[in-house]
């Protein structure tokens, strides 16, 4: 199966800050990724995604990143908000798109 | 629009027991999803359909069974309730292949 792993499970800023939270990801025929927020009890929320032939994408303070020679995906959100704290996911989609698979997650903590 | 709804919100299931999880959505998607989600773990695919009559299995199959007989419904069917389905069950949906999906609230299931 599919590995997408997050490099560090917990992440904790200070209001205001910029946040980075990382994705390494396995699969080298990968050719679609997503930033999900997941708020506690609630489903998932789309935030931005990359196709793989882009290495950078903007939205509203946030950039994703992508780096396919290390195999490796960002979120960058700037200006960090308490609004922001919540649990991040990436995931990543083969060439059909029909299955995602998920990291564990990076949970966010925005300290006011 | 109401967006992607789930019923119910909370369940206990004996072993052995069935249920349906119920997912509605009113946004004409084509693709729907049913995704389990195990405490600080990521989202797995259990069975998905790219339209009305059409279903697939997904990562986690086993014990569950799916039906998509209009646009808008895509319920998941538990036959024989196990400890090991105890999770969060999310619903989601999109457009096409367009991958922005679109998460229903969940169903926590808890199976004794």
């Known amino acids: 199966g599919e590995s997408v792993g997050l490099h560090l499970p917990t992440l904790s800023v200070q209001e205001g800050d910029n946040s980075i939270i990382n994705c390494a990801y396995s699969?080298?025929?990968?050719?679609?990724f997503i930033w999900y927020k997941q708020e506690s009890g609630k489903g998932p929320q789309f935030i931005i995604d990359i196709r793989s032939n882009m290495d950078k994408r903007q939205g509203q303070r946030v950039t994703v990143l992508l780096n396919k020679t290390v195999k490796h995906l960002s979120l960058q959100i700037a200006a960090t908000q308490p609004g922001d704290s919540a649990v991040y996911f990436c995931a990543e989609s083969s060439n059909t798109g029909n299955q995602f698979y998920f990291g564990t997650g990076t949970s966010l903590t925005v300290i006011p | 629009n109401a967006g992607v709804t789930q019923t119910p919100k909370f369940r206990i299931l004996k072993i052995g027991q069935s249920m349906t999880l119920q997912c509605t959505q009113d946004m004409n998607h084509n693709y729907m999803y049913w995704y389990r989600q195990d405490p600080g773990m990521g989202l797995k695919l259990i069975y998905y359909?790219?339209?009305?009559?059409?279903?697939d299995k997904g990562e986690v199959p086993n014990g569950y069974n799916v039906s998509r007989s209009t646009t808008e419904d895509f319920p998941l069917r538990l036959e024989l309730a196990a400890p090991s389905q105890t999770s969060v069950y999310f619903c989601?949906?999109?457009?096409?292949?367009?991958?922005?999906?679109?998460f229903g609230p969940g169903t926590r299931l808890t199976v004794t």
């Open positions: 699969n080298s025929a990968s050719d679609y």
């Open positions: 359909s790219v339209g009305a009559g059409i279903t």
């Open positions: 989601a949906s999109s457009f096409e292949l367009s991958y922005e999906q679109y």
